[in-house]
């Protein structure tokens, strides 16, 4: 079964830049668009990022995706971050007709 | 703009079947464009994609709920429905209703509500 695996938290500074991975389990992540969604407590996930490296209407430009084939792997990186960035952020892709999230990274800013 | 709304018994005893019903607004269950699916999430854990239906019935799920998993229409009242049957603890969770296009982009989501499973 196809899996997406990112690392469990990150912590950076506000101000600072983050870089959160999502690495598939096999095959080539590329093959399928990813998606990142943001939750914050007690909300439901917001889009942030789709089709790899898309930014919906209303999402700053400090947020970008990418794809990297060589490591099988989706990036979210948030440029000048804030206290409000704080949150869950869980990578989506799609595979063999399954849709398979993350296990989710938790962001914290201090 | 399209609107999502969850509703259904907030406490389930265990063995019996979950039923929760999600409410489209702003547009229609029937478009061609879109997929209408069932996510959920345990307290204090990440999200599990439970399954997608087409307007025109067509259904996908996951592996691993499929044995336990109907989700169904009904463009009469621009409703789609999730059934989850023999449930255990192990299904307590919030249960959203979202979106999406053949890319599989969950956009928007229902506010989400809380099922407990428990006696």
């Known amino acids: 079964n196809f899996m997406l695996t990112q690392p469990h938290s990150v912590s950076e500074s506000p101000g600072k830049t983050v870089t959160i991975s999502c690495t598939g389990s096999?095959?080539?992540?590329?093959?399928?668009?990813v998606q990142w969604y943001q939750q914050r407590p007690g909300s439901a996930p917001t889009t942030v990022i789709y089709?790899?490296?898309?930014?919906p209407s209303g999402v700053p430009d400090r947020f970008s995706g990418s794809i990297d084939s060589s490591s099988n792997s989706a990036s979210l990186t948030i440029s000048g971050l804030k206290t409000e960035d704080e949150a869950d952020y869980y990578c989506?892709?799609?595979?063999?007709?399954?849709?398979?999230f993350g296990g989710g990274t938790k962001l914290t800013v201090l | 703009q399209l609107q999502l709304q969850e509703s259904g018994p907030g406490l389930v005893k265990p063995s019996e079947t979950l039923s929760l019903t999600c409410t489209v607004s702003?547009?229609?269950?029937?478009?061609?464009?879109?997929?209408w699916g069932w996510i959920r999430q345990p307290p204090g854990k990440g999200l599990e994609w439970i399954g997608s239906?087409?307007?025109?019935?067509?259904?996908y799920y996951n592996p691993s709920l499929k044995s336990r998993v109907t989700i169904s229409v009904d463009t009469s009242k621009n409703q789609f429905s999730l059934k989850l049957s023999s449930v255990t603890a192990a299904d307590t969770a919030v249960y959203y209703c979202?979106?999406?296009?053949?890319?599989?982009?969950?956009?928007?989501w229902g506010q989400g509500t809380l099922v407990t499973v428990s006696s």
């Open positions: 979202a979106v999406h296009g053949d890319q599989n982009w969950f956009d928007p």
């Open positions: 702003g547009g229609s269950i029937s478009s061609s464009s879109y997929y």
């Open positions: 239906i087409y307007y025109s019935g067509s259904t």
């Open positions: 096999s095959g080539s992540i590329a093959s399928n668009y």
């Open positions: 089709e790899d490296n898309q930014r």
């Open positions: 989506q892709s799609y595979d063999s007709s399954t849709v398979v």
